[in-house]
C-alpha cells in the first residue's frame, strides 16, 4: 500500500517562510508523479492552489509555490500571512492510475 | 465557470448501498477534457481518492484498490451528472464526500489538475 507522507504539523510566523514536503513510500517523487496541492479551512472543501509540480492557478497568491526539494514536492509559502492558516494536502498520481492524498499538514501562523 | 453541485442521502445503514450525484455545470461529463473524480475525507483516514469516469471515444473507469469490490461511478450524459454507488457499507465508510474535475486543458492534453470541486456532502452509516 502506498503511503504519502507529509508534515503532521508547522508553525510559522506571520511575514516568514515555510516550505512544506510531500514523500511518497515508493522512492523520489517525481514531475511524473504530477504533484497537486491543496488548502482547506475548517469545514469547507479543499481549494486547489498548485499543480503539476509547480504551476498556480489563477486564484493563487504569489507567496505560494511549489517545487521539488530532495526528492520530495514541496509548498513553500514566502510572506505567510494569517489567512493562510490551513490544512494543506498533497495529492501524487501514480502510473498504476492511482491518486494517493499525504495525510496533510497543519499550518498554524503564529 | 465551472460548478459541481452534490446531492443524496446523508444517512445510509449497514449493508446497504451509498448512492451520490453530481451534478455539473459549466463543463460535460463527456469532455474529452477532463476527469470525473470521487474523494472522500474522514477524521481516521483523511482525504482518499475512490475513483473516477471518463470520455475518450468511450467510457472509461478506474478505480482506488481498497474499493474496487464495492465502488461504480457512472456518467449520465442526459443530466450531464456523475453518481457515485459504493455498496455493503460499514461504518467506516462515514465520511464526507467530494466529487471533482481533473482538467486537462482546452486540449485534453495537459497535466492532471483537480481543480473544482463540489460542496461536500457528509454521509453517516449507522443503524
Known amino acids: 500500500q502506498t503511503v504519502v507522507t507529509q508534515e503532521p504539523s508547522l508553525t510559522v510566523s506571520p511575514g516568514g517562510t515555510v516550505t512544506l514536503t510531500c514523500a511518497s513510500s515508493?522512492?523520489?517523487?517525481?514531475?511524473?508523479?504530477?504533484p497537486n496541492w491543496f488548502q482547506q479551512k475548517p469545514g469547507q472543501a479543499p481549494r486547489a492552489l498548485i499543480y503539476?509540480?509547480?504551476t498556480k492557478h489563477s486564484w493563487t497568491p504569489a507567496r505560494f509555490s511549489g517545487s521539488l526539494l530532495g526528492g520530495k514536492a514541496a509548498l513553500t509559502l514566502s510572506g505567510v500571512q494569517p489567512e493562510d492558516e490551513a490544512e494543506y494536502y498533497c495529492?501524487?498520481?501514480?502510473?498504476?492510475?492511482?491518486?494517493?492524498f499525504g495525510g496533510g499538514t497543519k499550518l498554524t501562523v503564529l | 465557470q465551472v460548478q459541481l453541485q452534490q446531492s443524496g442521502p446523508g444517512l445510509v445503514k449497514p449493508a446497504q448501498t451509498l448512492s451520490l450525484t453530481c451534478a455539473i455545470s459549466?463543463?460535460?461529463?463527456?469532455?474529452?477534457?477532463?476527469?470525473w473524480n470521487w474523494i472522500r475525507q474522514s477524521p481516521s483516514r483523511g482525504l482518499e481518492w475512490l475513483g473516477r469516469?471518463?470520455?475518450?471515444?468511450?467510457?472509461?473507469?478506474d478505480y482506488a484498490v481498497f474499493v474496487k469490490s464495492r465502488i461504480r461511478i457512472n456518467p449520465d450524459t442526459s443530466t450531464n451528472q456523475l453518481s457515485l454507488q459504493l455498496s455493503s457499507v460499514t461504518p467506516e465508510d462515514t465520511a464526507v464526500y467530494y466529487c471533482?474535475?481533473?482538467?486537462?486543458?482546452?486540449?485534453?492534453?495537459?497535466?492532471?489538475?483537480?481543480?473544482?470541486w463540489g460542496q461536500g456532502t457528509l454521509v453517516t452509516v449507522s443503524s
Open positions: 469516469t471518463y470520455y475518450r471515444s468511450k467510457w472509461y473507469n
Open positions: 515508493t522512492g523520489a517523487v517525481t514531475s511524473g508523479y504530477y
Open positions: 495529492l501524487l498520481g501514480y502510473s498504476s492510475a492511482q491518486w494517493v
Open positions: 459549466g463543463d460535460s461529463v463527456s469532455s474529452n477534457s477532463a476527469t
Open positions: 471533482a474535475r481533473d482538467f486537462r486543458g482546452s486540449g485534453g492534453s495537459g497535466p492532471p489538475n483537480f481543480d473544482s
Open positions: 503539476s509540480t509547480s
